[in-house]
């Protein structure tokens, strides 16, 4: 008798544990196009696309490693050492989800209850007509076995000076192109470089070939808009030359690109003007100088902002973004402040330098660095072939420079002078306060991604996302704005991604909206209902 109810019981406890597994509709889904698929999809930078079920199944084993490793999705700074706007970090639950999906057998669950496939735009994202659209002329790659980082100095064509409120590349081979850096030159050096190749462009690997080059921005595959809070500005001098750096991936051999970098203007009254500088450089700041890394060495650098001895001396600043940058033995590199107090605040950590995988980080909100500030960064390098990025093989002493076989110890700070309550000005809303930000990724803070089937029969599903549980109600509005039907009143909507099914029989054929209200937002949709 006791085994006669055994067998039940494992049963019914088998069926239980099959039906906690989570499906790629509705859990899985919602994690690969939030953090996956603005590369991995049709045209995109990555190798194959996860923008459906097959794909996911196809590639399942490899989404389970690559995320357990954290080797997906790229993001090279510690978020335990400090917090950078628009990160693209798997959550340890989204982690667990994947894992119980893959070890789960990979169901797929109910079709229709996945979310809309993201759709990636091909001529930009930030709303409005550039101000300044500058193209690199048809390029094709000649990547074939290593990487080739081209660049192209193209006239600016401004007569007078500018200041850019957002900056974003667009590129013209999605495929191809694996980060863009851009730079402002007015030494004329860059086009002269250009001029002694017969292609366009001329092949540099750690800068432009100008000392005087002055940075704008980076941009890579996933990336938000370089984007400054209103108000603020980067100038870009008259007459000066842009210098686009293009980063094409070994295996691209024979594809063209024509990537454009898109250029908006903020109005030059009442501004304030932000600079992107390499206040630490392997150079003066560098306190165990010379930056030299000798073969088959590991060796730590340490720099300082201000050289010790020497007065800061420029006043309050605030920072809003920064950029460490070395070249392929770079081991692993951070940046901080030792406060006048003497407390440390954190600026960003890398673990594990990845030159490829290079960045350009905006902080959530701008952060207040106090005159006498001591800036500081550490660098580790590793000069022995236990570094697989090592350029040669055997190890071969290493100095300063721009070659390939050069290194670099730099990091640039975006930073502007500061004024009283700059602490507030937020640049990532979905970092600093969990809300919605203009330029997000495919789902952050709170969204109404789709009403399905339109037009509808009988039922219909609602597809939202909420970055945090909170309370809301569904309701149907018809042209005279008057609420038809309530379909959900006053009840808890889960953090996450959520599909609501709901009846719209017996209402009688036409033009509704949707309109989801929480404490946060109020969102909308319109519904054409067919009997």
Not at 3 to 14: E, H
Not at 83 to 97: G, P
């Amino acid at each position: 008798m006791k085994k006669l109810l055994l067998l039940p019981l494992l049963a019914l406890l088998g069926a239980t544990a099959h039906a906690q597994t989570p499906d790629w509709s509705t859990k899985v889904a919602p994690i690969l196009f939030n953090h996956c698929t603005s590369c991995h999809h049709d045209g995109g930078i990555a190798p194959f696309s996860l923008t459906t079920y097959l794909d996911a199944v196809h590639y399942a084993a490899s989404i389970k490693a690559d995320v357990n490793s954290k080797k997906m999705p790229p993001w090279p700074p510690d978020a335990t050492f400090s917090h950078l706007a628009h990160e693209r970090i798997l959550s340890a639950a989204d982690i667990n989800t994947i894992n119980r999906w893959v070890d789960g057998g990979t169901p797929q669950g109910t079709p229709s209850l996945a979310p809309p496939v993201p759709v990636y735009s091909t001529t930009g994202v930030i709303p409005g007509t550039p101000d300044l659209v500058v193209r690199i002329p048809t390029y094709t790659s000649t990547a074939s076995t290593g990487d080739v980082y081209q660049c192209f100095a193209i006239p600016s064509g401004l007569l007078t000076d500018k200041y850019i409120r957002a900056f974003e590349a667009v590129p013209g081979n999605p495929s191809i192109v694996h980060h863009v850096l851009v730079y402002s030159d007015t030494t004329g050096i860059c086009p002269h470089l250009d001029s002694l190749t017969p292609e366009p462009g001329y092949p540099n690997f750690g800068g432009t070939g100008s000392n005087n080059s002055e940075m704008v921005g980076i941009w890579v595959p996933g990336s938000d808009p370089m984007t400054y809070p209103n108000g603020y500005g980067l100038r870009l001098r008259a007459h000066c030359d842009l210098v686009i750096q293009m980063h094409y991936p070994a295996g691209t051999a024979g594809l063209k690109d024509s990537t454009e970098i898109h250029f908006y203007f903020a109005p030059s009254t009442g501004l304030r003007q932000v600079f992107i500088q390499p206040l630490l450089y392997h150079e003066t700041p560098i306190i165990n100088a010379p930056l030299a890394i000798p073969a088959n060495t590991v060796k730590t650098f340490t720099e300082q902002f201000p050289p010790a001895g020497l007065p800061f001396g420029i006043g309050d600043q605030s920072l809003l973004g920064i950029f460490p940058h070395m070249h392929l033995i770079g081991k692993s590199i951070k940046s901080y402040g030792i406060l006048p107090s003497g407390d440390t605040d954190r600026y960003i950590r890398i673990n594990k330098w990845d030159f490829h995988w290079q960045g350009f980080y905006m902080l959530p909100r701008l952060k207040k660095i106090p005159n006498l500030t001591s800036l500081r960064a550490e660098a580790v390098y590793d000069n022995t072939t236990a570094n697989p990025e090592n350029p040669s093989n055997p190890p071969q002493d290493v100095v300063a420079g721009e070659a390939t076989t050069n290194e670099m110890m730099i990091v640039f700070f975006l930073y502007t002078a500061y004024a009283p309550g700059d602490e507030n000005v937020i640049v990532d809303s979905a970092v600093a306060l969990s809300t919605a930000s203009q330029y997000a990724n495919y789902y952050r803070g709170q969204q109404l991604l789709d009403v399905c089937p339109n037009p509808a029969v009988s039922d219909i599903i609602i597809k939202c996302y909420l970055e945090d549980q909170d309370q809301g109600s569904i309701d149907l509005i018809d042209v005279q704005g008057r609420v038809v039907k309530q379909l959900m009143t006053n009840a808890t909507i889960g953090s996450g991604y959520n599909a609501f099914t709901f009846p719209v029989t017996g209402l009688a054929p036409g033009t509704y909206t949707v309109v989801l209200k929480t404490s946060q937002r109020v969102l909308s949709q319109k519904l054409v209902v067919v009997h």
